[in-house]
């Protein structure tokens, strides 16, 4: 197998991209979930994430959260330069904790929606996209 | 990016007490996310619309709060659940302080 100039160039960059976002942009989507529970314990389940598992363009990426009996939903990007995306208040008159949105993906990367519950809980769902080309503009 | 800016929204024209309609708006917007350069490498500045809300008859449906990372004409599809005939009123909030207003009448019967 032989790579061209542009290949191995992209792999190069591939790689170091891998080895040191994940450390970077993961804590600060660690902290915006903090903020967000206020430190309290998260559960996995009882949200629903649909990301697409491959997508082509990161400029954007169709997103679709609910979570049964929640408030409020908090999607985060953990790869992007600034990882919070929207969060979504459902009010009184909402007919069920869903949304559907388009967002933009820096790269590949974990969609993250935590969810509050009415009772006061939290839980929260990820999903890994794989972008091919980031929506960021850089 | 006052200019050139349009909401559109796709509602249903009547529904019956109680029942639960879905609701797609989309609002032609940039949305530069302040993350990008221009051909002399100078950053662009943010600006984008950071909040959408939904009410029906003055109660809350939805209200959302958006970052740069929502897309270029920023869509979104959500669930209401419609007690009487009224009026949905669609708020868009942008960052250089315009808001963007719509209103869709549905009818109960």
Redesign the interface.
């Known amino acids: 197998m032989d790579f061209t100039r542009r290949e191995t160039l992209a792999l190069g960059a591939g790689a170091v991209a891998l080895t040191v976002l994940p450390f970077r942009v993961n804590a600060a989507a660690e902290d915006a979930i903090a903020a967000f529970t206020g430190g309290a314990a998260v559960a996995d389940g009882g949200v629903n994430l649909t990301a697409p598992e491959i997508a082509e363009n990161g400029?954007?990426?169709p997103i679709?959260v609910s979570a049964e009996g929640a408030t409020v939903i908090m999607l985060l990007?953990a790869g992007?330069?600034?990882p919070?995306?929207?969060?979504?208040?459902?009010?009184?008159?909402?007919?069920?904790a869903?949304?559907?949105?388009?967002?933009?993906?820096a790269g590949t990367q974990d969609v993250v929606a935590v969810a509050k519950m009415a009772d006061g809980s939290f839980a929260q769902a990820r999903s890994t996209v794989k972008v091919t080309i980031g929506?960021?503009?850089? | 990016m006052a200019d050139g800016v349009k909401p559109r929204v796709k509602a249903p024209k009547s529904a019956s007490a109680g029942e639960v309609v879905v609701l797609k708006t989309l609002i032609s917007h940039n949305m530069e996310s302040g993350q990008r350069k221009d051909k002399s490498g100078n950053p662009i500045p943010r600006s984008i619309i950071n909040r959408f809300t939904c009410e029906f008859n003055g109660t809350s449906v939805i209200d959302v709060q958006m970052e740069p990372a929502i897309s270029t004409n920023p869509y979104f599809e959500f669930e209401a659940k419609i007690p009487e005939g009224g009026n949905l009123k669609f708020t868009w909030y942008d960052d250089d302080g315009s808001v963007y207003e719509e209103t869709k009448s549905i009818k109960v019967g």
């Open positions: 400029n954007t990426v679709s990007a992007n330069p600034t919070g995306v929207a969060t979504y208040n459902f009010g009184e008159l909402a007919g069920s869903s949304a559907s949105t388009r967002i933009r993906l929506g960021c503009g850089g």
